[in-house]
């Protein structure tokens, strides 16, 4: 065998162990990928949720364009038996608040956020970006802005818009309205726990 044939089969050996190995690194990605999806598999759109959240509508439109509004911390009253919550008019002019749930002798919290949406839906949630632990959060325009992650979710219907934890808005709460005030049941904040963050 001469050299140029020794030189080129070597040389074609070469070329077929490169195809190979270039091969199995394909592959490898194309795996990497179908993983993340399938782990992923919950779309922006979808967020993962266990209550109804409630319904109450203030009857008009609210406008928060060109608006940065951080949350107002007030107190949670007890507005009925076995409920606590704070007055409609509070909410009105506060915009976005904040505040504890205590039990258990304040050995336990649950931190509870509410606004009302540009629809004039009142919303109710626990102010908790899960994934991130972010309590606190602000309006920008139309949308509801994690202070931490800067996860953005639309203030209507908290579908997420950008960041990292867009699964995970705050978890809207059920509540009534009841002659001025919003009820909240104790029962349903007490029993009240983090989803599981897959995923993250």
């Known amino acids: 065998m001469s050299k140029k044939q020794e ?33 992923n598999s919950t779309s922006p759109s979808q967020s993962v949720t266990r209550w109804e959240g409630g319904t109450y509508n203030i009857g008009s439109q609210i406008s928060y364009q060109g608006k940065i509004l951080g949350m107002t911390d007030i107190e949670l009253i007890q507005t009925d038996e076995g409920a606590v919550g704070f007055t409609l008019e509070d909410l009105k ?12 002798g304040e050995s ?37 802005v994690c202070d931490t992650c800067r996860t953005k979710w639309l203030l209507n219907d908290l579908r997420g818009i950008s960041g990292g934890c867009l699964t995970y808005p705050p978890e809207e709460l059920n509540y009534t309205v009841d002659e001025g005030y919003i009820n909240i049941l104790e029962a ?5 726990g983090p989803r599981e963050t897959k995923g993250m």
């Open 108 to 144: 336990n919290r649950v931190p509870v956020m509410a606004y009302i949406s540009p629809a004039g839906r009142v919303v109710v949630a626990v102010s908790l970006c899960e994934p991130c632990q972010s309590e606190s959060f602000h309006i920008s325009g139309n949308e509801l």
């Open 7 to 39: 030189f080129i089969e070597k040389k074609n050996k070469r070329q077929k162990a490169n195809r190979v190995v270039i091969g199995i690194v394909a592959l490898l990605g194309v795996l990497g990928i179908t993983i993340f999806m399938v782990v």
């Open 188 to 192: 349903d904040l007490k029993s009240w």
């Open 93 to 104: 002019q506060s915009e976005l608040i904040y505040s504890n749930f205590y039990f258990n």
